[in-house]
């Protein structure tokens, strides 16, 4: 270990690099630019053949260290003269470097399997996971990034154009280049590392909890304009999501566009039946299900036309013309779904802010773990995905939910679990007919629930996310015309909430289960 270590910040001249890529975007092209320029390039495997064979002149590294590959490619550039090529002090080590025939290596160039394509195989199992993690390509990028004062490393193909306007000046890179270079290689090598432990780790709340993300866009600004944006995604995830939606056209997604949208894609996959979900500020305000997407979109939207306005659509079933010209007479941001139809797209070019949104198919929800900042830290828990059906739910009250009503229970525990809470939803026929959301109170959610609804509430259902403390909820609501109510219960006045239920001859259902959504 040296003491007192200082960083060369001069331009450092590149005369020979070590070329090992996955991803060979670009490769070629900068093979004969760095044979151009009259660099020696160094390369391995599949990178080597690929130069060769587009006519770049190339020196194998076994030929090099005069040392086979061996163990089935396990150990081939772990080796004193590339390691010590690559990490040596210029200004500190020739000495070492010229008694050991230690060549310097200026220039590494080098990227690696990714390995969540590898853990994504249906196919895979450890030994499989194991035997495609890579040993030399990480310790080459690390020794490179560690040597900023001399050593270049590359890990981005797209990074290629800056590396050749450097090499331009006298086929130097700049200090301030191959910094830039070294943080992103430390970046890349460390996502690398964070697949394979979240891969291995045995249990999702580990000890040790590790992020990695890749960048899927800019953004203009978070959710204000003073606020600086981007949005990330799961590295090597390819799964259905509002991230890797396919985009027919419209404006680039804002961050609360994907806040809005994703909020909206949740709820749908909660449903199996034809159903459309229109969010407004991450909370659903229209939500209906039944046999046909147009009758079935025309009820959620008029659940709520005003909020509905400037909101976004979803959908689990494809788009199709009917629905388009529907949906084309009023402002909205967004419109997801599965598929659509051509005549649907031709429908919505007319509308050229509108973004179109093809999620393909919705699946439901799965079990994976979501995670929050706060303060000096993150807080993680899993999706809930729990389901209440007919056999959970315990009548309490001496009035008793007709079968159809009990259906429309099951339909509204569905929608609330996506509504802030306090959550409070007013349904009927397997409609929203009114939602109250995010109050610090729930009767003033039961309030405005309640508004919402206005000549709909007639025979409606209403749905709490949590328990009553009191029974003013109940008193609120008893000449409304809302017929039953379903809620987690488990208030130490429980009975009092059920006698209140009694006396105005309203049935009330328990779920057992609360489902908070902060």
């Known amino acids: ?36 320029l009259g660099i020696e390039i160094l390369s391995t495997g599949g990178s080597a053949k690929t130069l060769r064979d587009s006519g770049v002149s190339v020196t194998d590294v076994s030929d ?68 495609n993690v890579d ?73 040790e909890f590790s992020l990695t993300y890749e960048k899927h866009s800019e953004m203009r600004y978070g959710e204000n304009p003073h606020q600086a944006a981007a949005a990330y995604k799961i590295s090597g995830d390819s799964s259905n999501s509002v991230l890797n939606a396919k985009i027919y056209q419209g404006k680039k997604l804002s961050y609360n566009n994907i806040m809005d949208a994703d909020a909206a894609f949740s709820c749908l996959k909660e449903f199996e039946e034809t159903a459309c979900v229109i969010v407004k500020h991450a909370n659903p305000c229209g939500v209906s299900k039944g046999e046909n997407m147009l009758e079935v979109y025309k009820q959620a939207f008029n659940a709520d036309s005003l909020s509905a306005f400037g909101g976004v659509i979803a959908m689990n079933k494809q788009c199709d013309e009917l ?6 007479k009023v402002f909205v941001e967004i419109v997801l ?65 007709s079968d159809s009503e009990v259906e429309t229970m099951l339909f509204g525990w569905k929608v609330l679990k996506h509504i802030k809470s306090n959550g409070i939803l007013i349904v009927k026929n397997n409609t929203t007919v009114g ?45 409304s015309g809302i017929k039953a109510v379903l809620q987690p219960g488990g208030s130490v006045r429980d009975d009092e909430v059920i006698e209140a239920c009694n006396e105005h001859g309203i049935a009330m259902v328990f779920t057992g289960q609360r489902c908070f959504k902060h």
């Open 135 to 207: 040993i030399g390509g990480p310790t080459m990028i690390r020794s490179a990034a560690k040597n900023v004062g001399w050593v270049t490393v590359v890990v981005d193909p797209s990074d290629y154009p800056v590396l050749a306007k450097d090499l331009s000046n006298d086929n130097s890179i700049r200090y301030e280049t191959r910094e830039m270079f070294s943080a992103k290689a430390f970046g890349h090598t460390a996502q690398y590392d964070v697949i394979i432990h979240n891969y291995m780790k045995g249990t999702p709340l580990s000890d």
């Open 337 to 401: 779904a599965p598929s659509f139809t051509k005549e649907a797209l031709e429908i919505f070019s007319t509308k050229k802010n509108l973004r179109v949104l093809e999620v393909g198919n919705i699946k439901p929800r799965e079990k994976l773990l979501e995670v929050r900042n706060v303060v000096g830290g993150i807080i993680v828990q899993e999706t809930d995905t729990s389901v209440i059906q007919k056999q959970d739910l315990k009548t309490v009250t001496t009035a008793k939910p």
């Open 435 to 479: 939602v109250g959301a995010g109050q610090v109170s729930r009767v003033d959610s039961v309030d405005i629930a309640m508004k919402k609804s206005g000549k709909n509430i007639q025979g409606s259902i209403l749905c709490s996310d949590a328990f009553f403390p009191f029974r003013d909820s109940i008193d609120k609501i008893s000449n």
């Open 323 to 328: 629905v388009a010209e529907e949906i084309s």
């Open 64 to 131: 090099y260290t005069k040392f086979p590959e061996i163990m089935d490619g396990r150990v081939k550039t772990i080796n004193p003269l590339v390691e010590g090529g690559i990490l040596g002090l210029r200004d500190k080590h020739n000495k070492d470097a010229e008694d050991n025939n230690i060549k310097w290596i200026d220039l590494v160039v080098c990227n690696l399997y990714p390995f969540s394509e590898t853990i994504n195989r249906d196919d895979c199992d450890l030994a499989m996971a194991l035997e």
């Open 1 to 36: 270990m040296l003491e007192n270590p200082t960083i060369n910040k001069e331009n450092v001249k590149i005369k020979r690099a070590l070329v090992s890529v996955f991803d060979k975007t670009g490769l070629v092209e900068l093979g004969h630019s760095l044979e151009g």
